[in-house]
């Protein structure tokens, strides 16, 4: 099972909703945990892999700093 979360944002893909969802990290630190629990007593459990990945805002917010225009906005400073 393979878990896609974005730790910056704490949000989580849903398959079943084909969105992200908000998901707090203690809840996915809770999964692991009882994944890895469920394996040590059980070694044909399935392994929960949880892939670090940027998220809807993420590509949001990375669009503006992507752009040239902010890089001079710093430089206007010099005026008297
Ligand atoms: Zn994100």
Redesign the pocket.
Known sequence: MVLRY????E?RWSFTQQG?VAFPAEKIQAIQAYAARLRAIDPEAPALLVRDI??????A?SWPLAQPHGATNGRHRREP
Not at 6 to 9: A, I, K, T, V, Y
């Open positions: 974005c730790r910056r944002h949000r992200w940027g998220c809807d805002v993420c590509a917010t």
